[in-house]
């Protein structure tokens, strides 16, 4: 079964959440590669951007025909995200292109969160006012640290005063709606630099603020030079220590710790990225992009010679991505796993990322009671451990030693910040009784 067949035949078309209403973008294009990064990029170096570069042009075209083959289901597009990569490099005219294709294909909503990632130093005031123009309503921006030595350590392309001048030219174009990205367990980061990089974000002012963990992927610059838990790293106590002060500092400053890694003001909280930890539907394109349609994920190539070449093949058959080297796409579809027991752990993983957890009513009415009182009685240990919670209806905590007396309504959340910092401890419990 190809995948035109595939989403006419599995796709619940009368159920809201079965449609896309959602759509990422990849753009690969990077000035260089971080020495942390193992997403699928391409560098062009320092001089290139979209106005310069042929490849960033001949992908766009690509991407423009990804787009104009791909099935619609007559639902309007209520989010957009332009991650990467640096989409920064492209041209005011490449993004609009973009954006006129989502429309003439799917339709955009009025009111659509349309996000995109900028770095510092990657973008003009001119170009910023026309991303905003073209519909652009929410700016993710790259800054990691405030440190130029942990910038330069990592192989960032910027400086703390690109910052500030990125910083100074969301005002002057009156993009309010902007999130600042950090990183924590950098290899000799502080304490004293986190607590000072924490608050020189605050300081600017973002809607938004998002701090990850590094992590040290195989294969990376990263991976050849540093082991996890072995100096120049933190440790595992002192990573700890700054999730909490993150913590702390940001629910202090008015930000509320919506998901384990994102604090936004109120109002304030990315729409796109809880399309994922809501485990809805959503189009994926570009090189490396994953699309999640009829309960299929469905991963492109991820370099740019076989992404395009894949992208022309569809085109050419008329049949909107079918795999370009079959066995390989096959095989990453069956390991996508549609099973019960791989949705149920998929959406306690994502979902337990979330402040407010899972649903309990929600999740009973579609997994069943049984299965919600067997979770909950292998949480039983980590619930005295003050680690996981079950609220009511109100919002208050309540104990339940008995898992058949669970509320009628409430949800199955992980404590601030501890059931948070021990989410992989939890995790690894639930997916060794359900797997």
């Known amino acids: ?19 896309p209403r959602s759509a990422y973008l990849h753009i690969p294009f990077c000035r260089r590669r971080c020495y942390y990064c193992d997403f699928p990029v391409s560098v062009v170096g320092d001089r290139k ?97 405030f440190q130029d030595e942990l910038l330069h350590l990592c192989g960032r392309s910027h400086t703390v005063s690109d910052i500030y001048a990125a910083a100074d030219l969301l005002r002057r174009a009156g993009a309010d709606n902007f999130s600042l990205d950090l990183i924590s367990g950098l290899p000799h980061q502080t304490l004293d630099q986190w607590r000072a990089s924490l608050e020189a974000a605050v300081a600017l002012g973002p809607a938004h603020i998002s701090t990850y963990d590094l992590i040290v992927e195989p294969k990376t610059p990263f991976s050849r030079s540093y082991q996890p838990g072995v100096q ?48 809805r539907p959503y189009y994926g394109f570009g090189m490396g992009a994953t699309s999640y349609v009829g309960g299929h994920r469905l991963t492109r190539p991820r370099k740019t010679w076989e992404y395009s070449e894949w992208v022309q093949s569809q085109a050419e058959r008329r049949s909107p991505q079918p795999p370009l080297q079959r066995g390989a796409v096959e095989t990453a579809i069956e390991d996508a796993g549609t099973s019960d027991s791989d949705i149920l752990l998929e959406t306690l993983m994502l979902g337990l990322r979330l402040a407010e957890g899972v649903s309990l009513p929600a999740f009973a009415e579609q997994f069943g009671t049984g299965t919600l009182q067997k979770i909950c009685q292998c949480l039983q ?55």
């Not at 995200?81 to 429309?103: C, E, M, N, Y």
């Not at 440790?235 to 002060?245: E, F, I, N, V």
């Open 49 to 145: 951007n979209g106005d310069t570069s042929g490849t960033i042009q001949h992908y766009v075209g690509a991407l423009l025909l990804e787009i104009s083959i791909t099935p619609a289901f007559c639902q309007p597009l209520e989010t957009i995200f332009f991650g990467g990569g640096t989409p920064s490099l492209l041209s005011v005219g490449q993004l609009g292109r973009i954006l006129d294709a989502l429309h003439r294909q799917f339709g955009i909503a009025a009111g659509a969160e349309i996000s995109i990632e900028m770095d510092p130093g990657t973008f003009t005031l001119e170009q910023l006012q026309g991303y905003c123009s073209a519909g652009v309503s929410r700016i993710s921006v790259g800054v990691q640290a």
């Open 232 to 279: 120049p790293l933190p440790s595992d106590g002192t990573a700890a220590q700054m999730y909490r002060l993150a913590q702390q500092a940001l629910t202090g400053a008015g930000y509320d710790h919506y998901e384990i890694s994102n604090y936004a003001k109120p109002g304030y909280q990315c729409r796109h990225n809880r399309v994922y930890w809501e485990n």
């Open 1 to 19: 079964m190809d995948t035109a067949e595939l989403l006419s035949t599995t796709l619940p078309a009368p159920a809201s959440t079965g449609i």
């Open 381 to 435: 240990p980590y619930c005295r451990q003050g680690w996981v919670e079950i609220v009511g209806g109100d919002g208050v905590p309540v104990a339940v030693s008995d898992c058949h007396q669970l509320p009628a309504q409430g949800w199955l959340r992980l404590s601030d910040p501890e059931g948070f910092l021990f989410s992989n401890t939890i995790l690894a419990a639930l997916f060794g009784k359900f797997s």
